[in-house]
């Protein structure tokens, strides 16, 4: 990746030198290369803030910050690397560091308090929130005030950001799985199964969102499998989920078959299973 965006940069200058032509002032040729520098790194951070490497996005950003460090985008890309390498700490340092900037925004808020969350401070987290005004209505804003109601018990208010957040967004599957498995530790199961059913419906190849459906159907005794799209694979660690959930309720001689479809059916050696089954017969 260095080395591509090294080409990228390099390619650039020569094609704004071409521009300026022989008659160009040195002064026209700075900032036509500038300009090119801002274009590619702009590039480059987009790159790392995606489908970089997140350990490089953060050493990247570090160093543009230390280059830069009145830029407040190279602090916005920093805190987000950070938290995509799972540093929730280190983040929260730079984030409040941007809210108390004159440029810091409502989003760079909701930022801090997914970092707090992130970091499992859910009081410092609930008080961002509070700070945010109620006319900054976002998916990740709703998102996150519902997994703080969820935290508090909260369940109507849970119940009501849930559903607007579900509404903010044309992807969402991950707040209706989310949104499920609270009515999961509810044990309000039926109300989970028709969420992860719906959650699904958007994100046919979501695993998570299978296995709770599993989860919250075993809850209920329906030992058998729902009709969703599923690989071998991942119908026999379907089984497997079933399997625990039916021994856990006393269901014993259920989850033992169970678990030998699951055996059966993985088309490699599923070494978990077997190992509850010989457990099981032991």
Known sequence: MRHH????????????????????????????????????????????????????????????????PDRIDLKRGLAKSLLRAGKPTEAIAVLTSITQSPEGGPDDKVNLADAYIRANDWDRAAATLNEIPPTHETFDRYRLEAMVADSQQNWSKADSFYEIAAGLTTKPAGVLNNWGFSKLTRQDYAGAEKLFVQALTYDPAMFTAKNNLVLARGAQRKYDLPVVEMSQTEKAELLYTMALTAIKQGDVSVGKALLGQAVETHPQHFEAAVRSLEALEA
């Open 5 to 68: 965006a090294s080409l990228a940069l390099s390619m650039g200058a020569i094609l704004a030198l071409s521009a300026c032509g022989n008659g160009a002032t040195d002064a026209e040729v700075q900032r036509a290369m500038a300009d090119v520098n801002v274009i590619d790194e702009s590039n480059l951070s987009d790159i790392m803030l995606t489908v970089g490497d997140p350990d490089e996005a953060v050493s990247y950003f570090t160093r543009a910050v230390n280059d830069n």
